[in-house]
C-alpha cells in the first residue's frame, strides 16, 4: 500500500509565558491513497496545530512530514509554498475562495501558479466542474454562490493541481447537516476515486461514517477508539 | 497580475474612487507645477534667456541687478582674464514710461546690452538695434497690449529721455514687467540724464553698468574672483532667485507642490494599507494554497502603478486642455521635460504609497488560514 501522507514522530512545542507547552507529541499518522481519515479532537486539543504541520505551513519541533515518501524538513519558505501549491489541496472552513474570482477563475488561477499551460488548465477547471457538477455555476462570483456550492468550488481548486494529499479544515462547519454530508461525501469519493490521501479535522460526528477511518486527538497524540 | 486585474474588476467603485482622488492630486500638482514655471518664466524670462553662465556684480548688491553699479574698467578686466568674446556688459533699471501722448503709464525694465553682443535677444518683429542707432529700442511684445507698436514714441518718466520703438521682442521680461532694450550709448545718455537731475556736476560717472554677463566654466570663475575683491561673480541660478518677489513666489508655490506629493503619499498609502488590512485573512487563504508573497507584492505594486498612470495620463489630457483655454497673458508653461519629470515624480510616490502594504503582506501568516471561520 501506498501512503502518500506520512507524519513521522511529530513533536510540537511552544513556550507560552516562560512554560513549554507540547501540543503534539510523537504523533504518527499514515494515510494510504484513497483513504479519508477524519481527525477529532475538542478545541484547543492541537486539530490546527497538526492540520498546519501536515500542511507545510508550520515546521514542527522534531519529527518528520513526508509527502509521496519525499520529506520536507528544512525546505525554505519559498519551497514550502511551492509544496504547498503542488502537492498539498486544502479546504478550509467557510470555503474560503477569494471573492474577486469568478468560480472557474479559482481554479484557473492555483493553475497558472503553478504554471500549467492555460488551454489544459481551462480543459481541466472545466472537467472538473463539470464532475462536481458545478458547470453551471462557472461564472458566479463566490458571494452569488450557496455553501454548499462555495465548498465545492474549494474542493475542485483543491483538486485543481492534482496534488498527493488533500488537508480539509472543518469542512461542514458553515453548513446544514444535509449539505455537510454531500461535501464530505464528494471528498470521500474524489479521494477514492483520484487516489489522494485525505485528512479531514472535524467537529462533525454525523459525517464520520463516510470515513474509512477515525482518530482522535488526545494529549497530542492520535489514537483509535 | 491575474488577481490584481480581477480584483480591480469585481471592486470598480473602490478603485474608482482610489483613481479620481489621485487623479485629482495629480490635476493639481500638474497645474500648479505649470503656474510656478509660468510665473518663474514670466519672472525672469530675460535673465533665463541669456546664455550667460554667470555675472559679475557690485559686491553689496545682495546678487540685485537693479542695486549693482561697476566701472567699465571691470568689463576690460575681466575680458582680459577669460576672454573678450565671453563677457558683455549689462544693466538693468526699473523705470515707469508713458507714451508720446502719456495717455498710460507702465512699468517696465530697461535692460541695456551690446546690441551685436550675444546678450541681445533675437528680434521678433521690426528691425533690430545696432551700436550707432540712437534713441531707438525692441520693445516685449507684451507692450502692443498698451496699444505701442513699430514707430511709437516711448517718454521715460524720470529722466524725460525719448525713444522710437523700431521692434518687438517676445518673452522678454524682469520681474514681471516687459522689458525694453536700448544700446549702450542711449544708457549712457540716460545715466547723464539721471545724474544731472539728481543735482550732480553732470559729468559721466565712471560707475555706469549694472553688472557683467560671463560664459565661463567653474575653474575660470575662482580665478576671476580671486583676483577682483570688489566685486563678486554670482551664478545666474543666484541672480534669478535674487530679482524681486521671485523667490517669495516660486517657494510658496514650491511648498504647496511639495505637499501636494505629501498628501499624495499619504493618501495612497493609508488607502492600500486599509485595504490590505482588510484582506489579510484572504493573503493568508493565498499563502496557505501556495501563492509567493513575491506574487502578492507584485499585484498591489502592478494595482498601484495602473492606478496612478491612468490617473496620470487623464490629468495631463485636463491640463492640456484646461491650458489651451488659458488666456494668453497667464503665466503658465507645462514643458514636456517638466511634464515627464513630475509624472515620474508621482509614479515614484506612488509605488512608495505602497510600501506599507507590501511590508504587511509579507508580515501576514499563512497560518490564518487555518482555524478561522471568517470567510
Given at each position: 500500500m501506498t501512503y502518500r501522507l506520512i507524519m513521522d514522530q511529530i513533536t510540537h512545542r511552544f513556550e507560552d509565558g516562560g512554560v513549554q507547552r507540547?501540543?503534539?507529541?510523537?504523533?504518527?499518522?499514515?494515510?494510504?491513497?484513497?483513504?479519508?481519515?477524519?481527525v477529532l479532537g475538542p478545541s484547543g486539543s492541537g486539530k490546527s496545530t497538526f492540520l498546519s504541520i501536515a500542511g507545510a505551513l508550520l515546521a514542527p519541533t522534531s519529527g518528520n512530514v513526508l509527502l509521496d515518501g519525499e520529506s520536507i524538513t528544512g525546505e525554505n519558505a519559498g519551497e514550502l509554498s511551492s509544496i504547498r501549491l503542488h502537492q498539498i489541496g486544502f479546504i478550509f472552513q467557510s470555503a474560503n475562495l477569494i471573492p474577486y474570482l469568478k468560480a472557474e477563475e479559482q481554479l484557473m488561477f492555483v493553475a497558472k501558479q503553478s504554471g500549467i499551460h492555460s488551454s489544459l488548465a481551462a480543459k481541466r477547471a472545466r472537467a472538473l466542474l463539470e464532475k462536481l457538477g458545478m458547470s453551471h455555476r462557472r461564472g458566479a462570483y463566490p458571494e452569488k454562490l450557496s455553501g454548499g456550492e462555495r465548498q465545492r468550488i474549494a474542493i475542485a481548486r483543491a483538486l485543481m493541481n492534482d496534488p498527493a494529499v488533500l488537508l480539509a479544515d472543518e469542512p461542514t462547519a458553515s453548513l446544514d447537516a444535509a449539505r455537510g454530508m454531500d461535501v464530505v461525501q464528494l471528498l470521500a469519493s474524489e479521494a477514492k476515486e483520484l487516489g489522494k490521501s485525505a485528512v479531514m479535522v472535524t467537529h462533525d460526528e454525523r459525517v464520520?461514517?463516510?470515513?474509512?477511518?477515525?482518530?482522535?486527538?488526545?494529549?497530542?497524540?492520535?489514537i483509535e477508539k | 497580475m491575474y488577481?490584481?486585474?480581477?480584483?480591480?474588476?469585481?471592486?470598480?467603485?473602490?478603485?474608482?474612487?482610489?483613481?479620481?482622488?489621485?487623479?485629482?492630486?495629480?490635476?493639481?500638482?500638474?497645474?500648479?507645477?505649470?503656474?510656478?514655471?509660468?510665473?518663474?518664466?514670466?519672472?525672469?524670462?530675460?535673465?533665463?534667456?541669456?546664455?550667460?553662465?554667470?555675472?559679475?556684480?557690485?559686491?553689496?548688491?545682495?546678487?540685485?541687478?537693479?542695486?549693482?553699479?561697476?566701472?567699465?574698467?571691470?568689463?576690460?578686466?575681466?575680458?582680459?582674464?577669460?576672454?573678450?568674446?565671453n563677457v558683455q556688459s549689462l544693466s538693468v533699471r526699473m523705470t515707469t514710461v508713458t507714451n508720446a501722448g502719456a495717455e498710460f503709464k507702465l512699468d517696465v525694465t530697461l535692460i541695456a546690452v551690446k546690441p551685436e553682443g550675444w546678450l541681445m535677444p533675437s528680434v521678433s518683429e521690426g528691425h533690430a538695434i545696432?551700436?550707432?542707432?540712437?534713441?531707438?529700442?525692441?520693445v516685449d511684445s507684451k507692450m502692443k497690449e498698451s496699444g505701442i507698436g513699430?514707430?511709437?514714441?516711448?517718454?521715460?518718466?524720470g529722466s524725460g529721455l525719448e525713444w522710437t520703438v523700431s521692434g518687438f521682442v517676445s518673452d522678454e521680461s524682469f520681474s514681471h514687467s516687459p522689458v525694453i532694450f536700448l544700446n549702450e550709448s542711449d544708457w549712457r545718455q540716460l545715466q547723464l540724464k539721471m545724474n544731472a537731475l539728481k543735482g550732480a556736476d553732470g559729468a559721466a560717472s565712471d560707475r555706469s553698468i549694472s553688472a557683467i554677463a560671463l560664459r565661463a566654466d567653474k575653474e575660470q570663475v575662482e580665478q576671476l574672483a580671486a583676483a577682483m575683491s570688489q566685486t563678486e561673480i554670482v551664478t545666474k541660478s543666484q541672480a534669478i532667485a535674487a530679482i524681486p518677489g521671485y523667490k517669495e513666489e516660486q517657494g510658496s508655490l514650491t511648498m504647496m507642490i511639495l505637499f501636494l506629493y505629501i498628501i499624495s503619499v499619504?493618501?495612497?498609502?493609508?488607502?492600500?494599507?486599509?485595504?490590505?488590512?482588510?484582506?489579510?485573512?484572504?493573503?493568508?487563504?493565498?499563502?496557505?494554497?501556495?501563492?509567493?508573497?513575491?506574487?502578492?507584492?507584485?499585484?498591489?505594486?502592478?494595482?498601484?502603478?495602473?492606478?496612478?498612470v491612468s490617473s496620470?495620463?487623464?490629468?495631463?489630457?485636463?491640463?492640456?486642455?484646461?491650458?489651451?483655454?488659458?488666456?494668453?497673458?497667464?503665466?503658465?508653461?507645462?514643458h514636456v521635460s517638466t511634464l515627464l519629470m513630475t509624472c515620474g515624480a508621482f509614479i515614484v510616490i506612488s509605488l512608495v504609497g505602497a510600501l506599507l502594504s507590501v511590508y504587511k503582506i509579507s508580515r501576514i501568516d499563512a497560518l490564518d488560514a487555518i482555524g478561522r471561520t471568517t470567510a
Open positions: 507540547t501540543i503534539l507529541n510523537n504523533l504518527s499518522l499514515k494515510v494510504a491513497e484513497g483513504e479519508l481519515v477524519a464520520l461514517p463516510l470515513c474509512d477511518r477515525v482518530l482522535h486527538l488526545d494529549n497530542g497524540c492520535l | 488577481l490584481a486585474i480581477r480584483e480591480m474588476r469585481f471592486a470598480k467603485v473602490r478603485y474608482a474612487l482610489i483613481a479620481t482622488i489621485m487623479l485629482l492630486i495629480a490635476f493639481l500638482v500638474l497645474f500648479v507645477t505649470g503656474l510656478a514655471k509660468g510665473l518663474a518664466y514670466d519672472n525672469a524670462a530675460s535673465i533665463e534667456n541669456m546664455s550667460a553662465s554667470h555675472f559679475v556684480m557690485e559686491k553689496e548688491a545682495s546678487h540685485r541687478f537693479t542695486r549693482s553699479l561697476l566701472e567699465e574698467s571691470v568689463l576690460s578686466q575681466t575680458g582680459k582674464a577669460i576672454g573678450e568674446e545696432t551700436s550707432q542707432s540712437i534713441g531707438e529700442v525692441l513699430i514707430g511709437s514714441i516711448i517718454v521715460d518718466q499619504f493618501v495612497l498609502a493609508v488607502f492600500f494599507y486599509v485595504i490590505t488590512i482588510q484582506k489579510s485573512h484572504q493573503f493568508g487563504v493565498l499563502k496557505a494554497i501556495g501563492t509567493r508573497t513575491g506574487y502578492l507584492v507584485k499585484s498591489v505594486s502592478l494595482q498601484m502603478l495602473l492606478l496612478s496620470l495620463m487623464i490629468s495631463v489630457l485636463l491640463v492640456r486642455a484646461i491650458e489651451m483655454m488659458l488666456p494668453s497673458g497667464m503665466p503658465f508653461q507645462l
